[in-house]
């Protein structure tokens, strides 16, 4: 088997093992923060602040809901890290944004943050601040989740079929999970573009 092969085959073991009752649970999760008039906060670092930017103009335009990311601001983002450092960052950002118990957190992350051994440190303190607030706390993470996956409301971990494939199907897998969510029926609010043009004309 080739390198493409066993790639596309991963990826479909991926899909038949992905528990859909936790992505039932996100939506649902979502919905009810739609309906409750919160905000969402999308978190992640690397790959996952690309998702996150991408997540937020999505979860904004079709599934109207409030939504922010700390990585769509880059001086700010800059400013903290280089002042204050990269642990606390999006913590602060999260006060500054004051943070309820009415909003919602959603994670993009491979390993879900480790604060023992300082990997992905920002977005654990920043779910950990969201828990003392009781703000919700959803998440796509890889793996076992690390202390996201422990501590979210809602937390779809993408499965590990290959240990040298973790994080390009984990990321992978994160845009198509998202891209469900916003085109759930309960949370999906107006129409994307080419399916409300019809098919184009012969």
Request: charged content about 20%; overall charge negative; aromatic content about 6%.
């Amino acid at each position: 088997m080739g390198f493409v092969e066993q790639y596309l085959e991963e990826a479909g073991r991926i899909l038949e093992q992905l528990k859909a009752g936790d992505v039932e649970r996100l939506a649902r999760l979502l919905a009810d923060l739609r309906q409750r008039g919160g905000r969402l906060f999308v978190l992640g670092s690397g790959g996952g602040a690309g998702h996150a930017s991408h997540a937020v103009c999505d979860f904004r335009k079709i599934a109207a809901i409030e939504a922010y990311a700390p990585t769509d601001n880059i001086s700010e983002l800059t400013a903290r890290i280089n002042d204050e450092g990269w642990e606390t960052s999006y913590r602060e950002w999260l006060k500054v944004s004051r943070l309820s118990s009415a909003d919602m957190l959603l994670v993009f992350s491979v390993g879900g943050g480790d604060l023992d051994r300082n990997i992905s440190a920002n977005l654990a303190r920043a779910v950990e601040y969201a828990r003392q607030i009781g703000c919700s706390i959803g998440a796509v993470l890889g793996r076992d989740g690390g202390y996201t996956g422990r501590v979210a409301d809602a937390c779809v971990i993408v499965p590990t079929v290959n240990d040298a494939h973790v994080t390009p199907h984990t990321e992978g897998f994160q845009a198509v999970i998202w891209h469900l969510l916003v085109s759930h029926p309960a949370l999906k609010a107006a129409p994307t573009k080419w399916e409300s043009a019809g098919p184009q004309a012969v």
